[in-house]
């Protein structure tokens, strides 16, 4: 059977879970959600509560109160759900040569032991990374249990529409950013329900609905801002200079509003909208219909750029369209890159490119930005480090 992956708990929900519906104690580090035993605890469901949220060492090797069983720990065993990350003991983590020994860190679904470079007697584990849980891009197409991941993470009901879910759902902000950063698999790459209705088509969207739909324009103002122009060659220059300003644009695009997080509101509204945007991008990467962008979508987005480039181009109308064609047709680029990357095989220059992205998914969301390029990410010191190789035991 392979191993499955526990999330790291934030202490101040493990704290929060204290009632009936939902009650956990720990362990020292070891999370328990123990809300199905309230009902079958021999002393009562209200004495556990006085406890829910905190740790129960101490309670229950109280020979005063009442000295449990093995018996007792061994049902705390079945109700184990994570791990829970304090102050102390993510300090203790982070200074340990073998962080496994403080907190465990299972291998996840799939991921057998790798020899190192030191052949068969050198086997050792990847390592887990704490924030996603996986160890690497091949996890992410490890189907995802529904029924398991929604009765251990207690955060969406994949068989169910994810929407209102997300709106309803009353989650945390760090909570559902936890959540959403650790990645699931959905039948295969299907496309999970989003909201169950007549508008889930809307939420799909082919890769070849990009060029289908903007190469035309791009074409047809880059032919208009050609006749308002004095050559060909200055056509080109603004449209390069176009081009070259999307690299950018993409860049903070993705930095500064699609991962927002740190800024994040911490309601409904915000928490929503983060996952329409791009969360469920982070939480369902392998969905192949809700990778690129949906033409509704680009056209909001697009339009203040439009408005920009006729701005600081006002002397020119022509200037100006030829500089947001030549941004358009960049666009184009990254979303079929960022299709491709997570989908396809492909020459030598953009494998390196797809095992940059896809760590960004399953190792460290908060760095890696640039999709097409890590030129930005090599500027502004975002760029991915490449993962550690394990070391032999």
């Not at 949220?53 to 720990?73: F, L, P, Q």
């Not at 184990?80 to 403080?102: C, E, R, Y």
């Not at 990778?291 to 006002?314: D, G």
Request: proline share 6%; net charge negative; glycine share 8%.
């Amino acid at each position: 059977m392979p191993g499955r992956t526990l999330p790291t708990i934030l202490q101040r929900d493990v704290e929060s879970r204290n009632t009936a519906k939902s009650c956990y104690v720990t362990v020292g580090a070891n999370v328990y959600d123990i809300t199905p035993f309230l009902d079958d605890h021999p002393g009562g469901g209200e004495l556990i509560l006085e406890y829910g949220g905190k740790d129960v060492t101490a309670i229950m090797g109280d020979e005063i109160s009442h000295t449990h069983s093995e018996a007792a720990y061994e049902i705390l065993d079945d109700h184990l759900i994570g791990f829970v990350a304090t102050n102390s003991i993510m300090d203790a983590v982070t200074k340990s040569q073998h962080p496994d020994s403080i907190i465990p860190l299972p291998p996840s679904e799939g991921i057998q032991e790798a020899p190192s470079k030191g052949g068969a007697a050198g086997l050792t584990s990847k390592p887990v990374y704490m924030t996603t849980g996986m160890s690497s891009a091949e996890d992410l197409s490890v189907e995802t249990d529904l029924d398991s991941d929604f009765k251990t993470h207690k955060f969406l009901n994949l068989n169910k529409p994810l929407l209102m879910q997300v709106w309803n759902g009353g989650f945390s902000k760090d909570f559902y950013l936890e959540q959403v950063h650790r990645p699931r698999h959905y039948k295969g790459g299907e496309s999970a329900p989003l909201f169950g209705n007549f508008l889930e088509p809307l939420s799909k969207t082919a890769w070849y609905v990009v060029p289908i739909v903007w190469l035309p324009p791009v074409a047809y103002g880059s032919y208009l801002a050609g006749q308002g122009l004095s050559s060909l060659w200055e056509t080109a220059s603004y449209w390069v200079l176009g081009l070259c300003l999307w690299t950018l644009v993409e860049y903070g695009l993705h930095r500064g509003l699609f991962h927002v997080d740190k800024y994040l509101p911490d309601n409904r509204v915000g928490i929503t909208a983060h996952f329409l945007l791009h969360g469920i991008h982070h939480y369902l990467p392998m969905d192949k219909l809700r990778l690129v962008m949906p033409p509704t979508l680009f056209v909001a987005l697009a339009t203040p750029f439009w408005k920009l480039a006729h701005f600081v181009f006002a002397y020119n109308w022509y200037a100006a369209t030829a500089v947001f064609c030549g941004g358009i047709f960049g666009y184009i680029c990254y979303d079929l890159t960022h299709y491709f990357l997570h989908h396809r095989t492909l020459p030598s220059y953009y494998r390196e490119l797809k095992k940059y992205h896809l760590q960004h998914h399953f190792a460290d969301y908060e760095n890696g930005f640039g999709v097409t390029s890590r030129f930005w990410d090599r500027v502004f010191g975002t760029e991915l480090a490449p993962p550690k190789a394990a070391k032999a035991a």
